[in-house]
C-alpha cells in the first residue's frame, strides 16, 4: 500500500511538472514572437494554459499580414500545443506597421 501511495505521489507530480514545462516553454515562444514585431506589447494579449494553449487578442486594426504571419508562426511553432486568435481588441495607437 505504501509503495502504490508512493507510486502515485511520483506519478502526479511528474504531470504537474510537465503541465507546467509546457505551459512556460509557450509563454516563451508567444513573448518572442511578439517581440519580433516592434509592438508586440502595443497590440495584442494573451494567456497560455497548462497544455500550451494560446487565447490570443489582437487589436482590431492589426493589419492582415502582421496577424496572418504572427498566427501562422504560433500554429507552427512545437511548443504551442494550438492558438485561438482574434482580432477584437481595442486600435492601438501605432500607425506605422
Known amino acids: 500500500m505504501r509503495y502504490l501511495f508512493l507510486i502515485l505521489f511520483f506519478v502526479g507530480f511528474s504531470t504537474t511538472t510537465i503541465a507546467e514545462d509546457a505551459q512556460s516553454k509557450a509563454e516563451v515562444v508567444v513573448a518572442n514572437i511578439l ?10 494579449t494573451y494567456k497560455v494554459n497548462e497544455d500550451g ?21 504560433m500554429k507552427n511553432h512545437p511548443d ?13 495607437q501605432i500607425t506605422n506597421w
Not at 517581440?35 to 495584442?44: L, P
Not at 504551442?80 to 492601438?92: E, M, N
Open 80 to 92: 504551442i500545443d494550438d492558438v485561438l486568435a482574434s482580432k477584437s481588441g481595442p486600435a492601438c
Open 53 to 73: 494553449f494560446v487565447d490570443l487578442t489582437m487589436a482590431s486594426n492589426t493589419p492582415d499580414k502582421v496577424y496572418g504571419e504572427i498566427l501562422t508562426r
Open 35 to 44: 517581440f519580433d514585431y516592434d509592438y508586440g506589447s502595443e497590440f495584442a
